[in-house]
């Protein structure tokens, strides 16, 4: 399980989901932060990898898509293998083009090469205006489009963002051919485990749950840490532990900072029932929301409630 011992230096050398162009580069530049030539890594595992190796001291990787859900490749990287924290968060929109090499025309195209959440995302774009063509999946979308100006690739068109399909020379045979035109992917910032960030009231944690056996009612007691501290979570997802066929876990992001009394409470409870929970970091959250506070979930309240129970103590021996 990951300790938090041992603060690192502020992150100074970045990584990313490459290459140039995806969608992760885009929201890393997004960051504004100041730092050595970000670097581009050519998977979710390879970038998680050279944070916890110690080559760069940050990476961006994507988490969640509003239309395809999380990301399985990063929900497992973080989770297992040597701990790592997420210390900030990044949402953009994102929108796909069809972009090929100049001369290729549309009805032209048999071979499309994509991200496999591009492609899930403009499944019904290709269906209606491709259905002949086959569509290979490929690490980003940015190197599915270097992929395409080789002419010699076997590949006609790539779905990627125009800076991505420019960069290489390509034209855009379509334009904004995601079926959900306002669909957002959230990015995570990842670090070797250090300092949390600072509270600041509109803070959200991530946590990963693994029940101690299948059992009736293990979901609904984990659930139950939260909402009994009036603790909202914005996602839950179930990932296989990889063990046995139906053996899962459950990854869930939760609003608020482990500094904050109820979520911490609610982490111990967690912690007690769970054969064991993976921490993997409290961050500000990219709308800057502030939960609501549930009557009695304040720290003064929890703070009050300890101090009551150590006067009862007190006044019973
Ligand atoms: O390939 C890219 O451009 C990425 O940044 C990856 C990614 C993803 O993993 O979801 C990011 C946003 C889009 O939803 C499609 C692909």
Redesign the pocket.
């Known amino acids: 399980m990951p300790d938090l011992a041992g603060p690192t230096d502020p992150p100074t050398s970045y990584g990313y989901?490459g290459p140039a162009g995806?969608?992760?580069?885009q929201a890393l530049l997004g960051l504004g932060l100041t730092s050595t030539e970000p670097r581009p890594y050519p998977s979710v595992p390879a970038a998680l990898h050279a944070v916890r190796s110690g080559e760069v001291d940050a990476v961006l990787v994507?988490i969640e898509?509003s239309v395809?859900g999380g990301?399985s490749a990063t929900l497992d990287a973080l989770t297992y293998g040597a701990p790592l924290v997420i210390t900030r968060e990044a949402v953009i929109d994102?929108q796909f083009d069809l972009y090929v090499r100049p001369g290729t025309r549309l009805e032209d195209v048999g071979q499309v090469i994509t991200?496999p959440?591009?492609a899930a995302?403009c499944r019904g774009w290709l269906d209606a205006h491709l259905p002949a063509a086959t569509v290979t999946e490929r690490g980003?979308?940015?190197?599915a489009a270097v992929t395409v100006a080789d002419p010699d690739s076997g590949y006609d068109a790539a779905i990627?963002?125009p800076v991505?399909g420019r960069s290489q020379g390509l034209v855009a045979a379509a334009e904004a051919i995601a079926d959900n035109p306002d669909?957002q992917?959230r990015f995570v910032l990842v670090s070797r485990p250090g300092e949390l960030p600072p509270r600041t009231g509109r803070d959200k944690t991530t946590l990963v749950c693994f029940m101690r056996r299948d059992r009736s009612g293990a979901l609904l007691e984990i659930l139950d840490q939260f909402a009994s501290r009036g603790v909202n979570l914005c996602r839950i997802e179930s990932r296989p532990t990889r063990t046995t066929l139906g053996s899962y876990c459950f990854s869930i992001d939760a609003e608020g900072h482990l500094d904050d009394a109820r979520l911490a409470e609610a982490v111990m409870g967690l912690h007690r029932i769970c054969q064991a929970v993976v921490f993997l970091g409290s961050y500000t959250r990219a709308d800057e929301v502030a939960p609501t506070v549930a009557a009695g979930h304040a720290d003064d309240d929890y703070a009050e409630a300890v101090a009551w129970l150590a006067s009862l103590r007190r006044s019973t021996r």
């Open positions: 989901l995806t969608f992760t580069h994507p898509n395809e990301v994102v991200h959440h591009a995302q980003s979308t940015a190197g990627c963002a991505a669909a992917t």
